[in-house]
């Protein structure tokens, strides 16, 4: 089952950290894609100086309801972010990366390696692999129905290291990015 929409209605950097350990589930025509999040970043509103809320296409979905899947492309790669917060607070989080586990021979296709390691690695690399891009925008992530949604964790046991944000031109003084400590599909550790 979909984390539930109130997952999502709460402070970015917390929905950031506890997406952590989630499986991460693309249906993908008959297969279903699968990957464990292993690296998350939080964005807020026009306060925040890396925040893509200034920009009125995505400010427009950030802006409004918790749970809404947002999609741009930065650098000739799409990224994929959940809004987060009750309407009218733009926030959101980036995923990073995700550790394969399911439609591993669909990511090599489409990522064009064998190299299990840079299949997901990387927020460019990630909605690479899982066939993700604009087409995916705005649709509501905690729907049963929906072709993309998270479950829940399966496992606590494991190290959450928090760091600033990575490329980005300025950032807020909090640390805003979080990962698995030494899960080796982390972008950057």
């Known amino acids: 089952m979909p984390l539930p929409k109130k997952f999502y209605n709460r402070d970015a950097a917390l929905v950031a950290k506890e997406l952590l350990g989630c499986i991460f589930v693309k249906r993908d025509g008959k297969e279903k894609l699968k990957g464990k999040i292993v690296e998350t970043e939080a964005y807020y509103g026009l306060g925040d100086p890396a925040s893509r809320a200034k920009d009125k296409r995505i400010g427009n979905i950030m802006n409004g309801e918790a749970g809404i899947i947002f999609i741009y492309m930065v650098h000739g790669n ?112």
């Open 78 to 189: 799409w990224l994929f972010n959940i809004t987060t917060m009750p309407h009218g607070n733009p926030s959101g989080i980036l995923v990073r990366a995700v550790e394969p586990l399911a439609g591993i021979e669909t990511m090599k296709k489409r990522r064009k390696t064998d190299n299990i390691k840079n299949l997901t690695s990387g927020p460019g690399k990630f909605t690479q692999a899982f066939g993700i891009d604009k087409r995916y925008n705005g649709i509501k992530i905690y729907d049963k129905n929906s072709p993309i949604y998270i479950e829940k964790r399966k496992e606590n046991d494991f190290e959450i290291v928090e760091s600033h944000r990575i490329g980005v031109k300025e950032d807020l003084p909090v640390p805003l990015r979080f990962y698995i400590k030494g899960n080796k599909f982390v972008s950057r550790p």
